[in-house]
């Protein structure tokens, strides 16, 4: 089976953005062309990667399935790319927590660039970053990175389904571990004296949204979502802030400087 790059990175678009127009935007392609893309993409894959949500879309669990494989090919080609001393584009880095309430606008101060969107783990984007696969990165934990910086502090607060209270002991909906924003979630709910049991796990954003929608468990989040609530009464009440912090290479630092500006008017 041969698979379309470009197929591959709209698809992987409309997973991180939630939908066909802020992809199209992302990738600067038309809406059309995106969806094309991912018709084309489903066709050699054998099926529907995505689900109707209301007046959006919601990745079907094939397509997580899909998009975790896809993920990995493009990590390789771009690494293949980058060690064969090959043109590519600035490639940029960010946490998918974050990808909806703040990256829009970073992407903007960026329009005269050509940039790589690659939304992953923390830990991974900074490994990326010291393989040269990654020149920049949006992340919360930068692990063993040298020269980190502090870009922003995001609240982060509680959500539940529309229709559900939380219940006692209390279900989380959580990102697999390794994660920093599990272990903030789960150190905070043992401060404050809370029975809890991970009630589900996914590695991806849509994967929590879809299991906290169903009722399954309250979950931290940057944003919510159709069919979820923040939690707004109570000790769930109170947010909790996530730092996030810029870590870059030394290939082309002006463009390290557009995103931090770009993070601040984001963040103001």
């Known amino acids: 089976m041969d698979l379309d790059l470009g197929h591959i990175r709209s698809f992987l678009a409309v997973v991180d953005y939630g939908g066909y127009h802020r992809a199209a935007e992302a990738l600067h392609l038309t809406q059309p062309a995106v969806s094309q893309h991912v018709r084309r993409l489903e066709q050699r894959v054998g099926g529907p990667l995505f689900e109707r949500r209301g007046r959006g879309v919601q990745v079907s669990a094939r397509g997580e399935t899909v998009a975790a494989e896809l993920r990995d090919l493009l990590r390789v080609h771009d690494r293949a ?80 389904a529309s229709d559900a209270q939380p219940g006692d002991p209390l279900g989380v909906v959580a990102y697999t571990a390794p994660c920093a924003l599990r272990t903030l979630a789960l150190h905070r709910l043992d401060a404050l004296g809370i029975e809890t049991y991970i009630a589900a796990e996914s590695p991806h954003l849509s994967g929590i949204q879809t299991a906290v929608r169903n009722g399954l468990g309250v979950a931290l989040l940057a944003a919510g979502g159709d069919g979820l609530r923040r939690i707004e009464d109570g000790p769930l009440a109170e947010p909790l ?5 810029l870590v870059a290479n030394a290939r082309e630092p002006e463009i390290a400087q557009a995103l931090k500006r770009g993070l601040a008017r984001s963040h103001a």
């Open 81 to 160: 790319v980058a060690r064969l001393g090959g043109e590519r584009p600035y490639v940029l880095g960010a946490v998918e927590h974050f990808v909806d309430p703040l990256l829009p606008g970073v992407l903007k101060s960026l329009a005269d660039r050509q940039v790589q969107l690659r939304v992953d783990r923390s830990h991974l984007l900074v490994e990326g970053l010291a393989a040269g696969e990654i020149d920049a990165a949006i992340v919360v934990d930068p692990g063993g990175h040298p020269d980190p910086e502090l870009v922003a502090e995001i609240p982060l607060h509680w959500h539940a």
């Open 241 to 245: 802030i996530a730092r996030l912090w």
